[in-house]
């Protein structure tokens, strides 16, 4: 092989290596690009998603704020509850107080 046909061989490897090499490019340039069509649909979803996130923020807040109140309702109904509970044990005694003296006053003897 002389001079001249190596400089063609190398010359053709070179081409085909460029070939090869802007077809890769290619191809994985247009499976990975992204239209505007699909950006503005990213966008689009990007944007429901913070909104949804918002709500879900929002609601979450709103939960809470009703629990702390159910439970304060809860702990006065309770304190309410052991009040009355307390009343009518003392109303109970008296009463039974009250039967006792009657019986007793009433007793013939």
């Given at each position: 092989m002389n001079r001249t046909e190596f400089i063609i061989a190398t010359a053709i490897?070179?081409?085909v290596a460029f070939c090869l090499g802007w077809f890769a490019y290619w191809l994985i340039h247009?499976?990975?690009r992204v239209s505007t069509?699909?950006?503005?649909?990213?966008?689009?979803m990007a944007q429901e998603l913070h909104e949804a996130e918002e709500t879900r923020?929002?609601?979450i807040t709103y939960l809470?704020?009703?629990e702390a109140e159910l439970t304060n309702q809860l702990s006065q109904t309770e304190a309410e509850l052991s009040a009355a509970?307390?009343?009518l044990r003392e109303a109970r005694h008296e009463a039974e107080e009250l039967r006792a003296y009657i019986e007793r006053t009433h007793q013939p003897g």
């Open positions: 490897i070179l081409f247009r499976f990975t069509a699909d950006v503005g649909e990213l966008e689009r923020d929002q609601a809470q704020q009703r509970m307390e009343g």
